[in-house]
């Protein structure tokens, strides 16, 4: 997994998202930072030889500098290569271009629509993501299987946040695997007092997520240290 700077999300507007803590409009500095990330990255690959790498820069993939991006294809050329981005980015003119300039075997792309109830997602967490944009992405990822691209298409779930019921989490995977190839469900954590304060799980719900998503992402990851907070605040 690569953990990448990047600049500050275009939408940047969602009320739990703690990424913009390690984001910079600094443009030298993110080259740098990145440069020397991809570098430490290369050096391990004689020694691993993964088959599968994770792009991450805590907001969208097509927000990297142009330099990172023409950086990665030495670690990505021959794998399947996971990314994360904002629905409006996905077309089928991009998908072909990532996938040539990263010479990736399968392109795995990660959209965070996080809850199915469009009012939950555009009010309270204020994604921007109208239900019609869901629709359009889900046309998008079949489409590009009927032209035998190589692309995956799995959405991130959120659950464990103040304001989601746990019936609405069980109802946007239900939603979401009808419509893509999977979901991962997102444990919240709280970075910021301004946030939404987390929530209980459900022993319920956590058997339902194990059982019915590709992976469940708790937060206890190292990656999940965030420009050094760890995850979960009280007020």
């Not at 990505?76 to 271009?97: A, H, S």
């Not at 489409?143 to 035998?148: D, I, M, Y």
């Not at 893509?180 to 799980?201: K, L, M, N, Q, S």
Request: aromatic share 8%; charged share 30%; hydrophobic share 40%.
């Amino acid at each position: 997994m690569l953990v990448l700077q990047g600049f500050p999300c275009s939408w940047g507007r969602c009320t739990f998202c703690p990424f913009g803590l390690e984001q910079s409009v600094n443009i030298s500095e993110v080259i740098e930072k990145n440069r020397g990330v991809i570098r430490e990255a290369l050096k391990l690959l004689d020694s691993c030889r993964p088959t599968r790498v994770s792009v991450f820069n805590g907001s969208s993939f097509y927000e990297l500098p142009v330099d990172t991006l023409a950086a990665l294809r030495p670690l990505t050329e021959g794998r399947v290569v996971d990314i994360e981005v904002r629905p409006e980015y996905v077309t089928l003119d991009t998908l072909k271009w990532t996938i040539e300039v990263l010479g990736a075997k399968m392109l795995v792309v990660r959209v965070g629509f996080e809850v199915w109830d469009e009012k939950l997602r555009n009010e309270y967490l204020r994604k921007g993501i109208p239900q019609s944009e869901v629709q359009r992405v889900a046309q998008v990822a079949r489409e590009a299987k009927l032209r035998g691209l190589p692309v995956k298409m799995l959405v991130y779930v959120l659950f464990g946040i103040e304001g989601v019921p746990e019936e609405e989490v069980i109802r946007s995977v239900r939603e979401y695997n009808k419509l893509f190839d999977g979901v991962i469900a997102v444990r919240y954590h709280r970075y910021h007092p301004r946030h939404p304060r987390e929530t209980r799980v459900s022993k319920k719900l956590a058997e339902f997520l194990e059982t019915n998503t590709v992976l469940v992402d708790w937060g206890e990851e190292p990656e999940w240290e965030i420009a050094g907070k760890k995850p979960g605040i009280s007020d």
